[in-house]
């Protein structure tokens, strides 16, 4: 079956410092990637996705490459700020957006 | 954007008692509504997928009898803990299914601690 396995938080960094959470998936044929992102007290939200491999999801300063060959779909950001701290969650679907397969999370903290 | 609403947002409860939560989507109809659930430490997992008028599919390994859905409109699901035991005590938290692309929106959670 299809999962998602990313790396154990909290993560604390520094504002302006760069951010890299990793994320590696399992899945037979050809899923969809996406990083969701929980701000305290409030839903998941869609920070962004590729569909294909090669693809790069970008919102809000954040990047993620679909990597096929490493199966792969980090998340990065060259300047973290305050607001950025949250809970970040990588997911596939094998089915269009809805039947959605989750990471653990990882905690970001961004100290000033 | 669209917003879904869940309440509420920790409840604790004593052992055996029945627990509601409630999820709504506020501006937009909701055609499928999912429930997760999130252990510490784990994935948020799949429990079940409940569309509207009709009953909900459960996932493997989810008792139907102890995790009630019921999905009587457009916008509000509810989830009832029946008889909630400590091993219940976790994050849940609903998405919607509706609007433009039928993308995936999230309520904000409810956090279940059972005595």
């Known amino acids: 079956g299809n999962s998602v396995t990313q790396m154990e938080g909290p993560v604390t960094l520094s504002e302006e410092a760069f951010l890299t959470i990793n994320c590696t998936y399992t899945?037979?044929?050809?899923?969809?990637l996406f990083w969701y992102v929980q701000y305290p007290g409030e839903g998941l939200q869609l920070l962004l996705k590729a569909t294909k491999a090669d693809d790069k999801g970008s919102n809000k300063g954040f990047e993620a490459t679909y990597r096929k060959e490493t199966t792969s779909f980090h998340l990065e950001k060259g300047s973290v700020q305050v607001s950025d701290s949250a809970v970040y969650f990588c997911?596939?679907?094998?089915?269009?957006?809805?039947?959605?397969?989750f990471g653990t999370g990882t905690k970001l903290q961004v100290i000033p | 954007g669209a917003v879904v609403s869940q309440h509420p947002s920790r409840v604790i409860c004593k052992s055996g008692t029945s627990v509601k939560i409630e999820c709504r989507s506020l501006?937009?109809?909701?055609?499928?509504m999912f429930w997760y659930r999130q252990f510490p430490k784990q994935s948020l997992m799949l429990m079940a997928t409940s569309n509207e008028g009709s009953k909900a599919t459960y996932e493997q390994g989810v008792e139907k009898d102890k995790f009630l859905i019921n999905h009587a409109s457009l916008t509000l699901s509810t989830l009832t803990v029946t008889s909630a035991h400590p091993e219940d005590s976790s994050f849940y938290i609903c998405?919607?299914?509706?609007?433009?692309?039928?993308?995936?929106?999230f309520g904000s959670g409810t956090q279940l601690s059972v005595l």
């Open positions: 899945a037979t044929g050809y899923p969809s």
């Open positions: 998405s919607a299914s509706g609007g433009t692309n039928e993308k995936l929106f």
């Open positions: 997911a596939l679907s094998s089915g269009g957006y809805q039947k959605v397969t």
């Open positions: 501006d937009f109809q909701a055609t499928t």
